[in-house]
T-cell receptor, first 114, second 115 residues
């Protein structure tokens, strides 16, 4: 079965610093991978997705992610974070059978220091 | 395109009561999903509709839970005889025919608190 691991439950970075959030997945074939962001009281917003092609994908809000098949990873990066980036970030993989549902990691909470 | 909407946004109920949540997907999205998110966890799949047909249910969906999508538009999720363990955020998502596989758009969720 597909699974997603986000090793870091909570990360704190200073405003203006770079950011990398880790995501490892378990899946037999080329996966469909997603990053979502959830702000307090808000639903999940899609940041970016990967399913084929260029392994470096660009998303909204200045985020990017790199798919590395050899490491089964799909890490999210941003060169310079803003206070408004403070939120919960979820990595997800598409489960291929039936409903084509998403399987999520447990999330990484990002705190920004001023 | 007004996005996925969910009502109510918050619900507080006493143990043993029944509750019903509503989800209105993005217009013309034929696929609708329900997920449950407990504190500190990622969302977990509950059930899936394609048009009005409920095609898949998770083992998480006990017999106290029922979901419907009667006309292939909005959906309702009912929990009967609520338990404290049902306290969670219930998220609805939808996907259209033209979207990338698995790409889903989420509503703001309904937060349920069972006292």
């Amino acid at each position: 079965a597909q699974s997603v691991t986000q090793p870091d439950i909570h990360i704190t970075v200073s405003e203006g610093a770079s950011l990398e959030l880790r995501c490892n997945y378990s899946y037999g074939a080329t996966p469909y991978l997603f990053w979502y962001v959830q702000s307090p009281g808000q639903g999940l917003q899609l940041l970016l997705k990967y399913f084929s092609g260029d392994t470096l994908v660009q998303g909204i809000k200045g985020f990017e992610a790199e798919f590395k098949r050899s490491q089964s990873s799909f890490n999210l990066r941003k060169p310079s974070v803003h206070w408004s980036d403070a939120a919960e970030y979820f990595c997800a993989v598409g489960a291929p059978q039936g409903a084509q549902k998403l399987v999520f990691g447990q999330g990484t909470r990002l705190t920004i220091n001023p | 395109d007004t996005g996925v909407s969910q009502n109510p946004r918050h619900k507080i109920t006493k143990r043993g009561q029944n509750v019903t949540f509503r989800c209105d997907p993005i217009s013309e999205h034929n696929r609708l999903y329900w997920y449950r998110q407990t504190l500190g966890q990622g969302p977990e799949f509950l059930t899936y509709f394609q048009n009005e047909a409920q095609l898949e249910k998770s083992r998480l969906l006990s017999d106290r839970f029922s979901a419907e999508r009667p006309k292939g538009s909005f959906s309702t999720l009912e929990i009967q005889r609520t338990e404290q363990g049902d306290s969670a955020m219930y998220l609805c998502a939808s996907r259209g025919r033209g979207n990338t596989p698995y790409e889903q758009y989420f509503g703001p969720g309904t937060r349920l608190t069972v006292t």
